[in-house]
Each structure stands twice: as C-alpha cells, then as structure tokens.
T-cell receptor
Framework: DADVTQTPRNRITKTGKRIMLECSQT?????MYWYRQDPGLGLRLIYY???????NKGEISDGYSVSRQAQAKFSLSLESAIPNQTALYFC??????????????FGPGTRLTVL | TQLLEQSPQFLSIQEGENLTVYCNSS?????LQWYRQEPGEGPVLLVT?????EVKKLKRLTFQFGDARKDSSLHITAAQTGDTGLYLC????????????FGTGTRLQVTL
C-alpha cells in the first residue's frame, strides 16, 4: 500500500463549486504540505502544517483553505473553484531526521479541471 | 516570482549520450534538492546537497552545488531510457529544507 494517498485522483468540476481534496499518510510524519503543479512553473507551495495545531500559508494560498483533521490527514478545499485553479495537486509529508534536512514524500497527485 | 530557473526546459537525447541540467537563482539557499518525477506520480527525491561546492554521485548521476549556494547542476553520464522524466531542483532557505522553492523543471526524453 502507498504511504501517501490522495483522493480523488481525477476530478472535473464547474466554476463556483466547492471542492475538497484529501490526503492521508501512513508514514507517521508530523509535517504535511499541499502543492500545485503547472507546466513550466514547477511546484508551488499552497499550505503546510508542521503538526495538528499548526497551519501556515505558503506561496499561493489565496482561494484555498486547509484542515488538518489528524496527524495522518490533511485536506485542501477550494471554496469556489475557478478555471485558473485547474492544475495537478500534490500532497507531501516529511519528518525531520537526525541528519538535519527533511525528505519530502509525495502522493500520486490529483488532477483537477475547473470548467 | 520564480526564484529557481532550470535549463534547458526540454531535452531529447539518444541512449548513451551525456547531458547536464542547470538550476540557477539569484538567491542563496541553505540546501538544494533534486527530484525526478515520472508521469502519473509525485516527485521522488534523488539527492540533497548542503555545502557550497559539494559534489555528490548517485551511480551515473553527478550533482554539484555552487560555491555561493545559488546554483546547482545535474550531470548524467551515458543516459539510459530509464532516466526519462521531469527533473526538478528545489531550494530551501531554512536549515531543515522543510519549505521548498521548486525550479521550473527540465523534461528529459531518452530514446534508443
């Protein structure tokens, strides 16, 4: 079984609809992240959470919100989807190791299309 | 604002050729990571470099962190079809590499 899972894997929705993307992990990591990927732009950080009570905005948080329901679950919501939110969305987890730098583990991604 | 620019954006080569991918920035990073992403999957970490001038080798892949910690390169020797994918560099300004700024990506296609 995959350590980081995302649901749904694909979603097509209409402008103005509320959408929730879910992420679950079995790695036992405290830190979780949401990114979006657009062609030619790499990955950009939307929100991140270093533990259940810690939520932080990333580079492009406008139009998005998150909820950290448990250590293992981190969901991303689009309250009113718009076409320029069409992208590939990735969840990632990490845990600070004794070596000093994080390794981030990514889920398989959710392809979201907003019509 | 994209802080990490990768070049080239696309690269199509034949098996056995050598190639170099560059990751450049005007900002200083405390560490830099390289990831490879295959279609339908998330990025997978290849290496982390943390010291200016550091060189790390992973089989046929050689990674270098610039002396000023503003740039990095990835060199692949004798490319194989299995090297095909999207290569992403990612820089961190904090010491733990928890918050990453990703590069624009280099898509590599290796053919027989």
């Amino acid at each position: 079984d995959a350590d980081v899972t995302q649901t749904p894997r694909n979603r097509i929705t209409k402008t103005g609809k509320r959408i929730m993307l879910e992420c679950s992990q079995t790695k036992g990591h405290d830190r979780m992240y949401w990114y979006r990927q657009d062609p030619g732009l790499g990955l950009r950080l939307i929100y991140y959470s270093f533990d259940v009570k810690d939520i932080n905005k990333g580079e492009i948080s406008d139009g998005y919100s998150v909820s950290r329901q448990a250590q293992a679950k981190f969901s991303l919501s689009l309250e009113s989807a718009i076409p320029n939110q069409t992208a590939l969305y990735f969840c990632a987890t990490s845990d600070l190791t004794g070596k000093g730098t994080d390794t981030q583990y990514f889920g398989p991604g959710t392809r979201l299309t907003v019509l | 604002t994209q802080l990490l620019e990768q070049s080239p954006q696309f690269l199509s080569i034949q098996e056995g050729e050598n190639l170099t991918v560059y990751c450049n920035s005007s900002s200083v990073f405390s560490s830099l990571q390289w990831y490879r992403q295959e279609p339908g999957e998330g990025p997978v970490l290849l290496v982390t470099v943390v010291t200016g001038g550091e060189v790390k080798k992973l089989k046929r892949l050689t990674f270098q962190f610039g002396d000023a910690r503003k740039d990095s390169s990835l060199h692949i020797t004798a490319a194989q079809t299995g090297d095909t994918g999207l290569y992403l560099c990612a820089g961190a300004r904090d010491g733990t590499a928890s918050k990453l700024t990703f590069g624009t990506g280099t898509r590599l296609q290796v053919t027989l």
